[in-house]
């Protein structure tokens, strides 16, 4: 079978930085089997796949090893190869998806993606992330993922990770988040998932249904710049809506090919 793939570059306008995702478009539904293969072999943080259905496009994310519940980029990735590429006619997009329907505008270069939020709340942390982390944290908080706090940026770039500790827990399909107020934006973050084959996620847009409403409380704003300051960094514009969070961001096309299944 022959299947197309785009490789697309997430919260970025840039070939090379924000977040790798490779989008599949399907006429029907592979086996789940099939579709984890895919994703492992193209070896990125999420390979996306959708299906057209009725007005909406059924959408599944996965990374090599699991289906996940919700991703950001690979969800912006979706939508940037449906408009700019495919050439869908809307500007706005609906997904059917594990986490409900996510819609998605584009505007002005920008997409703007409608998530959940997700605030956190106070939390203990386990020993194994602490023990594992070359900085403790300030403050813990939990949500889907553990939300680490810190008091600098520079705390957030200089943290390091003990693998052969970090990997001893599962938080299946959950990560591990450090942020601390930025320098020149108004929050930072980076992204740690324990027992996957890619350690950091360079972009994590559904990190951001945590930090957007964290943050949005404790500078007391609605509207937020983020950087995501991995070694390819993305860059976030974010909203807090309450129970829902607006993510947006650019992408950029890497690479259009061809695949091969069985």
């Not at 909203?239 to 299944?261: F, H, M, N, P, Q």
């Amino acid at each position: 079978m022959k299947l197309n793939l785009y490789q697309i570059d997430a919260f970025t306008d840039k070939t090379f930085a924000g977040n790798q995702a490779c989008v599949v478009p399907l006429q029907e539904w592979l086996s789940d089997e099939m579709l984890l293969k895919i994703a492992n072999e193209n070896a990125v943080a999420e390979t996306a796949f959708f299906v057209y259905k009725d007005a909406k496009i059924h959408l599944r994310w996965f990374t090599p090893e699991i289906e996940m519940d919700l991703c950001g980029h690979a969800t912006l990735a979706t939508a940037h190869c449906l408009k700019e590429i495919l050439g869908h006619k809307r500007d706005q997009i609906v997904f059917e998806t594990l986490s409900g329907d996510l819609t998605v505008t584009v505007e002005n270069g920008l997409y703007k993606m409608d998530f959940p939020s997700r605030m956190p709340v106070e939390s203990a942390l386990p020993a194994a992330i602490e023990n594992a982390l070359s900085i403790k944290p300030k403050e813990v908080f939990k949500s889907r993922d553990y939300v680490l706090v810190y008091d600098t940026e520079s705390d957030i770039k200089n943290i390091s990770i003990d693998r052969q500790i970090f990997d001893q827990i599962n938080l299946d399909p959950g990560g591990v988040i450090v942020t601390a107020k930025g320098d020149n934006s108004d929050f930072v973050s980076r992204f740690f998932t324990p027992q996957a084959s890619i350690l950091e996620d360079p972009v994590t847009g559904s990190a951001h249904c945590s930090l957007i409403p964290f943050w949005a409380e404790r500078l007391n704003k609605k509207e937020l710049f983020a950087l995501q300051i991995s070694q390819r960094l993305g860059e976030l514009y974010c909203e807090d809506k309450g129970d829902r969070v607006i993510i947006s961001g650019r992408a950029k096309t890497y690479s259009i090919g061809v695949l091969w299944t069985e």
